[in-house]
Every structure is written in structure tokens, then in C-alpha cells.
């Protein structure tokens, strides 16, 4: 059965060096400023509050979501839309484009690496789709088109949409 959490690229070639993953990695920002600085950019107080709402939030944020919640620490919107191209090309981040507004949600460390996005029709919500069975499915489609297509895969997007339960249930209930 599937689980449905709710959450509501164009990058540089460019080799973006890893480095070693601290356990606590949602609460301790210090993996990030290494990975930031070992790749030759500061990890500013302003990408610091950008990440965290990014890292605390449950819903995919757009620009100007995240843009709301920090401007209030002297952030601007310009500030807010570099940072989270800078988080894209060092894979902190995925951002999901959806009728031309960019979302963005973690990529790197995610406890939902894989999953499939659910976009509802009528009220826009996006919804993670976290299933073992369809990541098993995932997985096999992905090698799948390797294999075939002697390509590498490093990223899948995959988008459903429809209308989610509650507007589902909305729509019985005007019928």
C-alpha cells in the first residue's frame, strides 16, 4: 500500500567534490559548510536560514515560499533564488518544475530518495509517493533503461497528476 507524504535542472557541468557524511546531518550544518568550501564557495548566515527551511520544511517550498519565511532576517529574494541554484548544482537539493514554478525538496541525505511526485489538479498540492514496491519498480526501470540505451541515469523525475483524496472526496460529495 502506498503512503502518500504530503510536500508542497538545469546544472554547470562541474565536479562537485563529496565529502564525509556526519550522522546528524539535519540538526548540524557543518557537513555542508565542508562541502561548500571544498568546492570554493562561503556557506553564508543567509544559505544557512535558506537550507534550514528547506531541511525543516515538510512540503516542497517554491522561491517565494522561502523567500516569505526569510525575509524577515534581511534575505532577499535574489539572495533566495542563488542560493538555491547553488544548492541544485551541488546536489543539496532537487528542485521539481511544475506549471512553470520551480519547487525545491532535499536530494542530498534524503530519508525519500526515491519517490515518485503526485501533483493534484485542482489544488496544486504535490505529494511525495513513498512505496517500497514502486521503488522496487523504480529501480528496475531505471537499470532497465540503462541497460537498453547504454546510458547512465543519474536522476528520474517522475510526475503524476490527478486530483489527491481530498479534493477526490470534494468532488464525490458536489456530485
Do not use: W
Not at 12 to 26: G, L
Not at 33 to 57: H, P
Not at 58 to 81: D, P, Q
Not at 148 to 166: P, Y
Amino acid at each position: 500500500m502506498s503512503r502518500l507524504i504530503p510536500v508542497g535542472n538545469n546544472k554547470k557541468e562541474r565536479n562537485i567534490t563529496p565529502v564525509k557524511r556526519n550522522d546528524s546531518i539535519d540538526k548540524d550544518l557543518s557537513y555542508y559548510e565542508k562541502l561548500f568550501k571544498k568546492n570554493g564557495y562561503k556557506f553564508t548566515m543567509q544559505k544557512q536560514m535558506i537550507l534550514l527551511e528547506i531541511i525543516n520544511s515538510n512540503i516542497h517550498l517554491s522561491v517565494k515560499e522561502i523567500y516569505e519565511r526569510v525575509k524577515k532576517n534581511n534575505v532577499g529574494f535574489a539572495t533566495v533564488y542563488r542560493s538555491l541554484k547553488l544548492f541544485n548544482e551541488l546536489d543539496i537539493t532537487k528542485e521539481i518544475s511544475i506549471n512553470n514554478i520551480s519547487y525545491y525538496e532535499m536530494k542530498i541525505f534524503s530519508s525519500k530518495s526515491l519517490h515518485i511526485h503526485f501533483k493534484c489538479s485542482k489544488c496544486n498540492n504535490v505529494i511525495d509517493i513513498d512505496d517500497k514496491n514502486l521503488n522496487l519498480e523504480y529501480i528496475k526501470l531505471n537499470k532497465k533503461v540503462e541497460k537498453e540505451n547504454n546510458v547512465e541515469v543519474n536522476d528520474i523525475d517522475i510526475m503524476f497528476i490527478g486530483l489527491c483524496s481530498t479534493c477526490k472526496m470534494d468532488k464525490k460529495y458536489q456530485e
